[in-house]
């Protein structure tokens, strides 16, 4: 099967097409036939050597990719029958396992982190689905803000960011977001019921609409030190690259580890539905062929995309 991978960690011009052995599903698990794979800075995280930490014992070629869309072609013994073959489907991808990651015809996967594609979506579209909104899930869960409370969330254009302020407000709380001014309508079209300007001062401004500060905040933006003035004495601070503090006032930081709730079906399953229910915004910057994945790193590396890349395996 086809695949795009590293034999070495290195800038984008690492990535290379790679011909490897067709994956064969084992106990527990499905293979699925790729259909799209979404760029996410994860995946760049890997090609630059960033996971080496969580795979010592692997060897190259290593593929990126933990979002992929397409069709199940294979089960493996001891299926419960929740999937078939021949399903649309999405699933997580955890790329450090030995199966590899998502950039490839074919992914073997546990069938725990497959559920069904979200019905009138294509599937570059679904493929944006998983990771981002489960991060963004994951982040609101730890801040623990009770419904009618009040949460922040920075890098609210981004894909998680996006995600974070549309699932806070379907769990009935207040938001306030930041947007550049080209991303207000955008941002409020999410639901944001507050916005503030993006940038270094965020944390300021958010204190200006809040005086005691917000009892929680997604640090889509990844400012960390930045946005925890940001925050109430006592609240919590939703990190989403590992950034563990510490943080005065007694705020509570809490690295948001997405790899953690691969298996959890029930709650990738809600997202699919809040996904079909029009709850999530599924938001596709550019489609482009699986051969040109340095270029989509190129470009995730240039910033200021609205919504995910995505790789066409079909």
Known sequence: MKALGVHQFGGPEVLQVLDLPEPQAGPGEVRIRVHAAAVNPTDALLRTGGHAVRMPDRRPPFVPGMDAAGVIDQLGPGSDGRLALGQRVVAMVLFTSPHGGAYAEQVVVPAASVVPAPEGADFPAAATLLMNALTACLALDALAVPRGGTVAVTGAAGAVGGYAVELAKAEGLTVIADAAP???????????????????EVAARIRALVPAGVPGLVDGSLQTTEVVPAVADGGALAELRGWTGPAERGVRVSPVMVADALTDTERLDRLRRQAEDGTLTLRVAEVLPAEEAARAHRMLASGGLRGRLVLDFS
Do not use: S
């Open 182 to 200: 080209r991303d207000t309508e955008l941002v409020r079209g999410f639901g944001a019921d507050r916005l503030v300007e993006r940038g270094a």
